[in-house]
């Protein structure tokens, strides 16, 4: 089974600086996407970022990257300029590429919560 | 807004009762999936199904029961409630049945059992 692992509870960032949550998993699988979501306090679950592992090249999203270390199953979101509307829960999910019955879930982590400094 | 739509918004109940929850998928979206957050458990996935079919099972409970409706609406039936019930309930959709599509989130249900 594959398993999602979030190692920091809580990160703090004065706005306008950056930011890196941390995130490893654990697969035997070679086909497989990694996404991070977003929870702020209205409790929505907003997708950030989406990267396909058979992809290279780190996936972007305006002030959102990714590093992504395949072969150390490693990968951390980079929040760039920080802003006040970036405080949430982050979580890392994964889920599998393997078109199977049962392969379609979301494997969460454990979420860090993020607080922006003003 | 994703376009997916829960209901109701919160519900409080006491244990031993049985409560619906009800999801409307996107349009066009022909995959549901349940996950429950709760604080001891985090984010867990419960049930999918696609196009009416049940295609998975994760941490569900036999206390626990889902279908998805010939309009594609999908319920989550919670019975014999216990206080660790208590929990946000989200739905998710997707238009197909395999991991290349994403899963728009529902705003979630907030079920406190007391």
């Known amino acids: 089974a594959q398993t999602v692992t979030q190692s920091q509870p809580e990160m703090s960032v004065q706005e306008a600086e950056t930011v890196t949550l941390s995130c490893t998993y654990d697969?035997?699988?070679?086909?497989?996407?990694l996404f991070w979501y977003k929870q702020p306090p209205s409790r929505q679950m907003i997708l950030v970022i989406r990267q396909e592992a058979y992809k290279q090249q780190n996936a972007t999203e305006n002030r959102f990257s990714v590093n992504f270390q395949k072969a150390a199953k490693s990968f951390s979101l980079k929040i760039s300029d920080s802003q006040l509307g970036d405080a949430a829960m982050y979580f890392c999910?994964?889920?599998?590429?393997?078109?199977?019955?049962?392969?379609?879930?979301?494997?969460f982590g454990t979420g860090t919560r993020l607080t922006i400094i003003p | 807004d994703s376009g997916v739509t829960q209901t109701p918004k919160h519900l409080i109940t006491a244990t031993g009762q049985r409560v619906t929850l009800r999801c409307s998928p996107r349009?066009?979206?022909?995959?549901v999936y349940w996950y429950q957050q709760s604080l001891d458990q985090g984010l867990q996935f419960l049930i999918h199904?696609?196009?009416?079919?049940?295609?998975a099972k994760g941490n569900i409970l036999e206390r626990f029961s889902a279908q998805q409706f010939p309009d594609l609406h999908s319920e989550l039936n919670l019975s014999s409630l216990e206080l660790g019930d208590s929990a946000l309930y989200f739905c998710?959709?997707?238009?197909?049945?395999?991991?290349?599509?994403?899963?728009?989130f529902g705003p979630g249900t907030r079920l406190t059992v007391l």
């Open positions: 999910a994964y889920r599998s590429g393997v078109s199977n019955f049962g392969n379609e879930k979301l494997t």
């Open positions: 349009s066009g979206d022909l995959s």
């Open positions: 697969t035997s699988e070679s086909d497989y996407y």
């Open positions: 998710a959709s997707s238009v197909g049945d395999s991991g290349v599509y994403e899963q728009f």
């Open positions: 199904y696609y196009n009416g079919e049940e295609r």
